[in-house]
């Protein structure tokens, strides 16, 4: 680092320096530095007081002088951090005062007072127990920067190319999608939103997303070792039915969950159901969130092209933008009867309990279907698990 810490230290700390700081001294010793321990003591010092003295102001209104003196002992703070972020002497404040600090960083003013806003955070003052600890640093080279790695195509669809690569760093694969270079601008939003929406999810059953590139229109997503289509076909004759129960409640809360998040998937596919297989477990990997509903969208239009293997095919009459829960759960239906038989058609269902289970899940009457995936998990608890 081009700043020469220890005279950036001793600097801060005779600006700094109070002689009254006693208490908190205590708390930081053995840091390495002396200057660097007196000024964290001071830190902590200050901040109570400040804080302390906010605390007790009832009627909303901030004083001057503290005022000046909580932004100015905040400043202190963030250039410690930033000038020390990649020193020995890298370190955290605890999650309370941080979150009082932005807040504070929000209000406070360098003249006439502060208004102490009402959503002002209460946290506990903390008087003999530090309040910032040294963090440990990892040096990471930048690979991405550095390397250049053979890219095969594993996949192709309607809009996007999916790529796989091996990353030498990680020892691990990856993936590329790449939209295609002839979208229109509505279909690149579509492309980019997908991102976004898997991005925003955080489940073990869907697809982990890393980084969108907007120049080249890609972006980078974890590998997976099979898609379910693939995994259930090579494996139907030898799999048991402890592994198609497993796969299939991963599914039944993959769904819960981004329908609690208020989407629908609309793509529901054998093929985009993707599995990563670890030595004791095959893990769900739901993908290909381009044609994802939600209550605020603006890309869903009557005239959508009808997509996803397992669709309704009454929405073609209806129209896809008029796409339902009962509709989801009408496309979960079929992948479920597929994980559990490895059979797609739906006819010469000889057992009655599964025949059942299928009927309602894609009875023409929508009111008759299962209404939520819950409902729908229930009735696959009786006819699978019974």
Known sequence: MAVNIRYFLEQKFQTYQLSEVVRTEDLYQNLGNKNFEKLLAILHQEFNRLFKFMYSKTNGHYNAGESRALIEYIKLYE????????????????????????????????SN???????????????????????????????????????????????????????????????????????????????????????????????????????????????ADDSLYDYIKKNNTTLSKEKRRNIANQIFRCFSYIHSKGYLHRDISFTNVLLIHYDDV?????????????????????????????????LEVIGFGNYSMVHETFALTRLILFIMTGKYNLENIKDEKIKGFVMKGIDPDTNKRYQSVEELRVAFINAFCS
């Open 79 to 110: 250039d410690m951090k930033y000038v020390l972020k990649e020193s020995p002497y890298s370190f955290e404040i605890t999650n309370d005062y941080a979150k009082l600090i932005e807040k504070c960083k929000d209000f406070l003013q360098e």
């Open 113 to 223: 007072g502060s208004p102490i806003p009402d959503d002002l955070p209460t946290i506990t003052l903390v008087e003999y127990e530090p309040i910032f600890e040294l963090q440990q640093l990892v040096k990471v080279p930048e690979v991405f920067a550095e390397r250049k790695y053979p890219i095969k195509l594993i996949g192709e669809g309607s809009y996007a190319k999916v790529f796989k690569y091996k990353d030498e760093f990680y020892n691990k694969y990856f993936v590329i999608k790449r939209a295609d270079k002839d979208l229109t601008p509505k279909e690149l939003l579509r492309f980019k939103k997908e991102y976004d929406v898997m991005k925003e999810l955080h489940s073990p059953y869907v697809l982990e997303v890393y980084r969108y590139d907007s120049e080249k229109n890609e972006y980078y997503a974890e590998y």
């Open 282 to 314: 095959s893990v769900v990997k739901l993908s290909d969130f381009g044609l994802v509903k939600d209550k605020t969208s603006i890309l869903t239009s009557i005239e959508s092209e009808l997509k996803g293997s397992l669709n309704d095919r009454n």
